[in-house]
């Protein structure tokens, strides 16, 4: 039998370690520190995400995207975002047998796990070359772009603009831009975050957009803390092309100009509506069904190369701080917020082994919470096929 090194014995720990074996990403950990080190292949197999991101705690594995738990031989602990428990095959498969060695961890060569999914969309598939793309702000005023793996010159090319954005389609387009949002959130105070980059796909921005079930783990420091695990039932509506979702929520509102002064509890409602359009053009309106405040985020993300997607954020408000017209102050602290919301979005996806979204169904295993990514997916499996 042949036998791969991966890590010395003494870096192995209760931290989980992100090791190669012949070009197979893994993850070795020992469940507790007296523990005799065990090896995964380094992906949950809900959304990919590599476990090595995640943390041990009490002898379980946590998932640090949606804090799916598992124990120290792969078995599936926990689903937070649903009461039922773990679906099946939710556990890990079976990783290579270890042997340690002279100070040295090494792993069977012929048990070691598949490699990742094929088939992925990603960044620079031509499929998206018919679509409207946002290439920049208006008030950038680009020349020149990068664009699914190519450089246009954006004079010589099919634009429009729309949202303060210029848009750009290489080829006829498929789909056209949504209409979201409606005469009366268009009119409301509106402000630019500055466009972020990051490695992974615009598929996988997109996804994590409409995500509902990350927030409690991923932005823990922002707002994540105060939110429900358990994702209630939701329904989503397809549109061409594209789908919308309208989900009622609770949520604390401490800001709230009516809980400052004891007129309202801070556990409050809120509408969510979700809108998205293929390719990536995403809108998420939060109406606060008791302050009567109403946020509109618009989403948009530029798939520049294999290795880099652009995101733009417009944020369009009002009755924000009890006022329909909030302070350029108050504007000033949402569009900051917002800033270290995406920010922790980034810093997992810095940490993200897989270039592509998936879009087989069988190459992630999809819970009742994911039902927008599921229908995001069978969106962009559409569309990557039509024509």
Same mark, same amino acid.
């Given at each position: 039998?042949? &036998? ?13 370690? #992100? ?9 070795? *950990? ?6 005799? +080190?065990?090896? *995964? ?28 738990? *598992? ?17 099946? /095959? ?6 290579? $047998? ?12 012929? =048990? ?11 960044? =620079? ?8 793309? +946002? ?31 210029? &848009? ?5 387009? /498929? ?74 929520? &609770? *949520? ?19 509408? #969510? ?30 798939? =520049?190369?294999?290795?880099? $997607? ?25 569009? #900051?917020?917002? =800033? ?27 819970? /009742? ?19």
């Amino acid at each position: 039998m042949e &036998w791969l090194p991966v890590a010395e014995a003494s870096q192995v720990g209760t931290r989980p370690l #992100a090791v190669t074996a012949a070009g197979i990403p893994l993850v070795i *950990f020992r469940p507790t520190p007296d523990a005799e +080190p065990v090896v *995964f292949a380094d992906r949950c197999p809900h959304r990919l995400m590599p476990l090595s991101a995640g943390t041990i705690d009490d002898g379980r594995l946590r998932c640090a995207y949606h804090g799916w738990e *598992f124990d120290g031989a792969g078995a599936c602990v926990t689903v937070p975002s649903q009461e039922s428990g773990p679906p099946p /095959r939710a556990s890990l498969p079976a990783g290579p $047998t270890i042997k340690i060695k002279s100070g040295l961890v090494y792993v069977a060569a012929n =048990e070691l796990p598949a490699p990742d999914p094929a088939g992925l969309l990603t960044n =620079e598939d031509p499929a998206l070359l018919r679509a409207w793309h +946002p290439v920049g702000l208006v008030s950038e005023n680009p020349e020149k772009v990068q664009l699914i793996g190519r450089d246009y010159v954006v004079a010589d090319e099919r634009t429009q603009e729309r949202w303060g954005m210029i &848009w750009l389609a290489p080829e006829e387009p /498929r789909t056209s831009l949504f209409e979201d949002p409606d005469l009366d959130d268009a009119n409301y105070v509106g402000a630019w975050l500055p466009p972020a980059r990051t490695p992974v796909s615009a598929g996988i921005v997109a996804d994590n957009f409409l995500d509902v079930a990350h927030f409690p783990f991923v932005h823990e420091k922002t707002f994540g803390a105060a939110e429900e695990t358990i994702v209630e039932k939701y329904e989503v509506i397809t549109e061409p092309y594209g789908c919308r979702s309208i989900q009622d929520q &609770w *949520f604390d509102n401490p800001e709230d100009p009516g809980v400052i002064a004891g007129l309202r509890p801070v556990r409050q409602r809120r509408r #969510a509506t979700y809108v998205y359009r293929a390719p990536f053009q995403l809108m998420l309106r939060l109406e606060e069904l008791d302050a009567g405040a109403v946020k509109t985020i618009l989403f948009f993300a530029q798939p =520049e190369s294999a290795t880099s $997607t652009r995101i733009y954020t417009k944020m369009l408000f009002h009755g924000i701080g009890g006022v329909p017209d909030p302070s350029a102050d108050m504007v000033a602290r949402e569009v #900051a917020f917002e =800033e270290a919301v995406l920010e922790e979005d980034l810093e997992l996806q810095y940490k993200m082994r897989v270039p592509g979204l998936p879009l087989r169904m069988r190459d992630e295993l999809h819970v /009742r919470a994911d039902l927008l990514g599921v229908s995001l997916r069978r969106v962009l499996a559409e569309f990557k096929t039509a024509g």
